[in-house]
């Protein structure tokens, strides 16, 4: 977990470092963080009934790509990338709300991911996992029962990643947008 907490933080100081080269002017054109989405986001009334299939049909083919994907030859180089971009991702976003809202924008900045990412990181870090164990267990595992037990382990833990990503889904539909509202109130 070293090396991709390693990588996390390098790419998140390397999307700190774009946003600040970028300036305050891309930063204020940038999607959710520019001051007339948040105007409308603020009195929107918004359904989880319906904010929920969306955000399901928006992740979960991205998650079900990725999983394929990191089971193949580069599975370690598509965990490493997605830790990647994630880090560069919040690193930008990071600068963009504190310069837009000052230190508020900090606190506009959990609203964007509380509280769906309390189960989206454990997912995370379980695929993190699951890829390198499967990758490093493929090498020494015998044929027979440690074979067998090392896919049983896998589709256990894809089954709980699944089960996490879906409770986060659940999470962003009907309780982030409330929470974000609320803060949208308080940083405006």
């Known amino acids: 977990m070293k090396k991709s907490t390693f990588l ?43 904010l929920f299939p969306f955000l399901f049909y928006e992740r979960a083919p991205k998650f079900l790509v990725l999983l394929l994907l990191s089971i193949g030859i580069f599975g370690t180089f598509i965990v490493d990338g997605y830790i990647g971009y994630l880090g560069f991702s919040v690193g930008f976003l990071s600068v963009i709300a504190i310069m837009n809202y000052g230190i508020k924008g900090v606190l506009l900045l959990l609203g964007f991911f509380f509280p769906q990412w309390l189960f989206y990181v454990p997912a995370l870090i379980l695929w993190y996992y699951e890829v390198r164990y499967y990758k490093g267990a493929g090498r020494t595992a015998a044929y027979g029962e440690q074979k067998n037990k090392k896919h049983i382990k896998l589709a256990v833990s894809l089954m709980l990643a699944g089960i996490l990503l879906f409770s986060g889904l659940f999470l962003e539909s009907y309780v982030n947008p409330f929470f974000l509202q609320n803060i949208i109130r308080i940083v405006g």
């Open 8 to 50: 996390f933080v390098f790419v998140f100081l390397g999307g700190v470092i774009c946003a600040n080269i970028l300036g305050v002017v891309a930063g204020k054109e940038l999607g959710a963080m520019n001051e007339y989405f948040m105007n409308r986001y603020m009195y929107a009334d918004i359904q989880g009934q319906e």
